[in-house]
């Protein structure tokens, strides 16, 4: 907040100049450091390109910024702990936050670009550029523009500016002498996929856990670790280091989660090329390729986008500070080959807005609604441009300092011009509910598919029959297959299908369709588990705990069983996925929620005494379940035909 209200100060200080260039903007800005800034240009005068460059750094240092503290320094350890040991993220970040309770650190001080940056440090980075610019053969096919946007920047984030060119330079530039004399070397895109290969070797560690506020800075292109935020910097500061012009392209928050995304790009002449990620299969993929859930993408900026700040010509403090100073570029056509506009007509809306009101297309974050795009609402409509589709959207206004619904949530289908609105009827309907997240993005429930459940009189299942294949993604804690064969068996087991570690939770085997209770017999399987860890042995597929799992050390051939002492004949089965406590927890507290113009309305709290809750709710109305004694995933779904969908 200290930040957006010092840098909202300054811009309006220079608002009613502008007839002033953006150079001499900035540097009105700069105050004190004005001197270290003119030293930089009078440096290059005499070299128009360098000239340039450095002009397009100062004009834009107004809306860069970093923080320095005690605290900023201590969050650095998370990275470096990440990437020099095994322990789990959460792991090392309790660890931290026990050490915090016993140092001393100085305040967070808010630090701006334009009043800090010093000549000496300025010109290094310039020259080092454009080193890498020159010198590399793939130098020739960038052009200045993409140049000065996509390696001459000094930083990626809001990181305490330090020198971090040269040491990259020489620690990665090696991995591209195998490309350097080769014909094929011109193209950037080429040498960006030999360094990535090279870098993949690396074993980067990723960590969904958040832990830090700002930015990791340059140390993380030697470490390598962290979410996809500082995987995105680290690959980044690589590319740049070496002369590849490449950035990070963002969903500002995903259409199929509650969390923003990153990853990396590498531009051609179009600037609209390729994007790349530590985390993702393969090498360099064309933009259209990109498979994920959109709504919006945008590409982050050194620059301001000084056309979207004239579009909605607005006092900055007028403005959700998403868009106040927007240092991106909506990249959203580059990535679907299917985006639209998307027009609300006034009739839609829960008032009318002030003409030209800038009005805020959102997705869903939880139980919040996060701006994605800005417009204006004009001839008794918004319009967007660009909108990629098949994902919940909402508008809001920025009233007094916080988001105003003017809206019920809309489904945008992809390439069509048909919204669907999800407002709820007066009519209400009785609804199952099984989970609480969306199980297209867990990491285990696909697992079992492919799956088979056998039975044998040998104790090595030579030889064996094959009971039930699992074919469809389990949608329940607890899953139940009737046996239809009276025939004896002493051994059962479940083999885990190729390729997922014999993931399962539990397993149950029963002699009548009507028992509650599975039968008992000395539990078998295939040793050892993942990094060896104790807790997901064979034995937890059938220690009566839903909550533990089975997580074989090998991706195949592993299995987990019984051995019942004597042939018998079964007639069910129940098992449970390997699961993040996403589904109904008998025993556990929810809570059920709908929308009701803009207001989360409690359905009621209950607590669960089976695999699924049961409640009474508006129907066609957006739903939304919390879990208030374990877990973490929720998100926004309805109920259609008897099933939960989530959006």
């Keep these: 907040m200290k930040k957006v209200l010092i840098i909202t100060v300054l811009s309006i200080i220079v608002w009613s100049c502008s007839q002033k260039t953006n150079l001499e903007l900035a540097l009105m800005q700069a105050g004190n450091n004005r001197i270290e800034l003119e030293k930089v240009l009078n440096y290059y005068a005499n070299d128009s390109l360098k000239y340039k460059a450095a002009s397009f750094l100062i004009e834009n240092m107004p809306y860069h910024f970093y923080y320095i503290g005690g605290e900023v320094e201590y969050e650095k350890k998370y990275f470096k702990i990440l990437h020099e040991t095994a322990l789990s993220p959460p792991i090392i970040a309790d660890s931290l936050n026990r050490g915090k309770t016993n140092l001393h650190f100085s305040r967070e001080e808010l630090k701006l670009d334009i009043q800090e940056i010093s000549s000496t440090y300025l010109i290094q980075n310039i020259d080092w550029a454009f080193k890498v610019w020159h010198e590399q053969p793939w130098g020739t096919r960038i052009s200045f523009e993409n140049f000065c946007e996509y390696i001459l920047p000094y930083r990626i984030g809001d990181e305490c500016p330090i020198a971090w060119r040269e040491h990259i330079y020489n620690k990665y530039n090696p991995l591209l002498d195998s490309i350097r004399s080769k014909p094929e070397s011109i193209y950037p895109w080429i040498a960006a996929e030999v360094l990535l290969d090279s870098l993949k070797k690396r074993s980067p560690r990723f960590a969904y856990y958040s832990y830090t506020r700002h930015s990791a800075g340059p140390e993380i292109a030697d470490w390598l670790s962290g979410s996809c935020l500082e995987l995105s910097d680290a690959l980044t500061y690589i590319y740049r280091a070496l002369g590849i012009p490449s950035g990070c392209d963002e969903m500002l928050m995903r259409g199929d989660n509650n969390y923003p995304h990153y990853w990396n790009f590498v531009s051609d002449n179009n600037c609209d090329a390729f994007f790349c990620s530590f985390l993702y299969p393969g090498l360099l993929t064309q933009t259209h390729a990109y498979p994920s859930s959109r709504g919006k993408v945008f590409r982050k900026m050194f620059s301001l986008n000084r056309e979207m700040v004239r579009k909605t010509d607005q006092m900055p403090n007028k403005i959700h500070p998403q868009f106040r100073y927007p240092l991106m570029m909506d990249v959203t056509d580059i990535y679907s080959d299917s985006e639209q506009p998307v027009t609300i007509p006034e009739s839609y809306l829960y008032e009318k807005p002030k003409r030209d009101e800038i009005i805020y297309l959102c997705l869903s974050s939880r139980m919040q609604w996060v ?41 945008v289908y992809k390439g069509s011009e048909i919204f669907r609105y999800l407002k709820g009827d007066k009519e209400r309907e009785q609804v199952t509910i099984l989970h609480k997240f969306n199980l297209s993005i867990e990491p285990f429930i696909d697992r079992m598919l492919g799956g088979v459940f056998e039975g044998s009189n040998d104790i090595d299942f030579r030889k064996r029959d094959t009971l039930f294949v699992i ?63 104790k807790a997901h042995y064979y034995m937890s597929a059938l220690d009566g705990d839903p909550y533990t799992s089975f997580d074989y050390k090998y991706p195949d051939g592993g299995w987990a069983g019984v051995d019942l002492g004597i042939p018998i004949s079964i007639k069910k089965i129940v098992f449970t996925p390997r699961n993040r406590v996403n589904f109904i927890r008998k025993g556990d507290k929810y809570e059920l929620f709908y929308d009701k113009k803009g207001v989360w309305t409690s359905a009621g709290i209950k607590i669960a005494d089976s695999d699924s809750l049961v409640y009474n709710v508006p129907k066609g109305a957006l739903l939304y379940l919390r879990n208030y004694s374990d877990g973490v995933d929720e998100r926004i779904f309805e109920y259609a035909d008897g099933i939960q969908i989530f959006w």
């Design 371 to 411: 701006p994605v795009d800005i417009s204006k609402f004009k001839n008794k409509q918004v319009c967007f441009e660009n909108v990629d589709g098949n994902v919940v959207f909402r508008l809001a206004a920025y009233r007094e300092g916080q988001l105003t619904l003017l809206s019920d949530p809309f489904i």
């Design 471 to 533: 074919q469809d993604k389990p949608t329940r804690l607890q899953n139940v297959v009737y046996i239809h064969t009276s025939k004896k068996y002493r051994y059962f087991r479940y083999f885990g299908a190729q390729g997922s570690f014999c993931n399962v939770s539990e397993i149950g085997f029963y002699g009548e369709a009507e028992d509650t209770v599975p039968l008992k017999g000395r539990v078998i399987g295939t040793p050892g588990s993942f990094m060896d860890d």
